[in-house]
């Protein structure tokens, strides 16, 4: 595992370094002039050239780049144009946030859509709702899950609370309380697709041999699917987590937006709309290696649930 894991962060290397540059001249490009940004509409050509001069936004783009990239190496990821505090500072207290919001979010939606299409019991109802509650999470957009979600369980029930942020000084039991909600919803997409790949493989496997074999030995049915059925068939669901971490950012700008919660989804959006170029750039290396090491942990995940893999 160990060897595999290695190999997969160091091919990460170039990866990260591609996908860097196109998010660098893309971002650039569809900015614009950073330094009218940063002015206004009100500033003079001369004022324009001064900042592009002080910094380096006259240079070329691939001159921008290399330094953009040489200093976020050494973790100067340059500084906002609209609150002048440093990058870091933004991010860092919002990023454990969404990966605390998004690793439940995965968790909830692995765990709820393994367990429950391996029932035995209560199939000819539990399979045909699981199936249409996964459909609902693949096809409604998080905005709608979360509006469903809120009007049942928050203005209906008046069980949960509809929006803020509860954090760990508030108590553990009022954090969770209140990640339920955006938890829930966020997870909707993720536990449609992993019931959809996971069933899918489930069927397959259930009609092999060797399954026909454990029932001619008079196992019982749950046995069968909990301790043979099940670990052949979470392997497409590994790989599927690993290839979903691109997507869970863009539902957690969704998630945080809805529910008001401080994370970078939100900050994202912010810096969208405010066009700030260094924090739109420092989210998206976020994400990117997000991305990356998530497939290279889910690789290695793999290896260890299939250890012919580790052959390769």
Do not use: C
């Not at 595999?4 to 996908?19: C, D, E, H």
């Not at 539990?126 to 693949?138: E, T």
């Not at 049942?152 to 039991?173: E, H």
């Not at 869970?248 to 008001?260: D, M, N, P, W």
Request: proline content about 5%.
């Amino acid at each position: 595992m160990f060897a595999i894991l290695v190999r997969r962060l160091l091919w990460a290397v170039p990866i990260g370094l591609i996908m860097s540059a196109l998010l660098f001249f893309s971002v650039a490009g569809l900015l614009g002039n950073p330094a009218a940004v940063m002015l206004g509409l009100d500033a003079t050509p001369e004022a324009i050239a001064e900042v592009e001069r002080l910094y380096g936004f006259d240079r070329p783009l691939w001159e921008q780049y290399v330094a953009w990239i040489a200093n976020a190496v050494q973790g100067d990821l340059g500084r906002s144009y609209t609150t002048k505090q440093t990058v870091a500072d933004m991010i860092g207290p919002r990023l454990p946030v969404t990966i605390e919001l998004g690793s439940l979010a995965i968790i909830l939606a692995l765990l709820s859509s393994v367990i429950i299409n391996s029932l035995t019991f209560g199939r000819r109802v539990i399979r045909p709702v699981a199936a249409a509650v996964a459909i609902l999470g693949v096809t409604l957009p998080n905005f709608v899950i979360g509006l469903i979600l809120m009007f049942l369980f928050a203005v209906q029930l008046g069980w949960l609370p509809t929006i803020g942020w509860a954090s760990w000084s508030s108590g553990v039991g009022t954090h969770f309380f209140h990640l339920l909600l955006p938890v829930m919803t966020l997870s909707g997409y993720y536990y449609g697709a992993f019931t959809i790949v996971y069933r899918t493989e489930y069927e397959n496997v259930s009609h092999m041999s060797f399954i026909q074999t454990a029932r001619a030995k008079g196992l019982s049915e749950g046995r069968i699917s909990f301790r043979h059925i099940l670990p052949n068939s979470i392997l497409p669901v590994i790989t599927y987590v690993g290839l979903s971490m691109g997507q869970l950012i863009g539902g957690a700008v969704v998630v945080e937006s809805l529910y008001s919660i401080p994370g970078i989804g939100s900050l994202l959006v912010n810096s969208v709309l405010s066009r700030d170029f260094p924090v739109m750039l420092a989210i998206g290396i976020v994400v990117v290696i997000s991305v990356v090491v998530m497939n290279a942990l889910a690789d290695a995940a793999y290896a260890v649930a299939n250890p012919q893999i580790r052959l390769g």
